[in-house]
């Protein structure tokens, strides 16, 4: 069953690939840096389950990609890039009952979830997340090309990002959109911040662990001290 459902969606890929091939500018986004259109598009719906790819329409997928391909095109090494999408009409597959966020930023923990929890926050209905993807920039930040091998790879100009695209119910467009895609840069600005200040802070506790072991608190139970001790152990799990 599972090898049947790998397979429709390899083929709603492939399809999706050739409806990406009649469009110029899209096909260029893929050729002229080294990856085909199939081999992008297959390593950026990696992690999509096959019935998410099946319920959409190949043109949708190939519109979904290739539009976040053309945002990542360039970006610095600690910068956010983030966009609303809104179509005007049903166009290429889409709906325009629906809005897509989409996100290239520097690879990092809780990026996923902490996105997803800020639009849940603004009481936005989530339908689908496609998360990848390794690439090379040159220096100056321009992409040269998504890594579509599975082999592993060392070479210095090969960058994890992350790439998060959400669907969400329709955004009305103009001051609302611009207010979400800064509240979705102000949730990357936070994480990022917590990442950075991650190690600091865990050097910090298994410091202050190391103290209360070795010189608990004059006047207070061993049971307590025991106990701190556990909790702060959890913190640093």
Do not use: C
Request: no cysteine; net charge negative; aromatic share 6%.
């Amino acid at each position: 069953m599972m090898s049947n459902q790998n397979n429709a969606k390899r083929e709603r890929l492939a399809r999706a690939a050739e409806v990406a091939g009649q469009f110029s500018e899209r096909e260029a986004a893929g050729s002229a840096s080294g990856e085909l259109p199939d081999a992008f598009l297959a390593a950026y719906y990696q992690h999509v389950p096959a019935e998410d790819i099946q319920a959409r329409d190949p043109s949708q997928l190939s519109e979904f990609a290739f539009r976040h391909r053309r945002l990542a095109i360039d970006r610095s090494t600690g910068s956010a890039l983030v966009r609303v999408y809104t179509p005007t009409s049903d166009t290429g597959g889409w709906s325009a009952a629906r809005s897509l966020v989409q996100i290239v930023t520097d690879d990092m923990p809780f990026l996923v979830t902490s996105v997803t929890a800020e639009l849940t926050r603004q009481g936005r209905a989530i339908h689908l997340v496609v998360h990848p993807l390794q690439v090379r920039r040159d220096p100056m930040g321009h992409l040269l090309e998504v890594i579509t091998d599975k082999a592993p790879s060392f070479s210095a100009d090969r960058i994890a990002e992350s790439w998060i695209s959400v669907e969400i119910d329709r955004d009305s467009g103009g001051e609302a959109a611009d207010q979400l895609s800064r509240s979705v840069r102000q949730v990357l600005a936070d994480v990022r911040v917590a990442v950075d200040d991650g190690p600091a802070m865990r050097e910090e506790l298994l410091q202050a662990t190391a103290d209360l072991r070795a010189h608990p608190p004059a006047g207070v139970k061993q049971v307590d001290v025991e106990e701190a001790l556990k909790y702060l152990d959890w913190l640093g799990d």
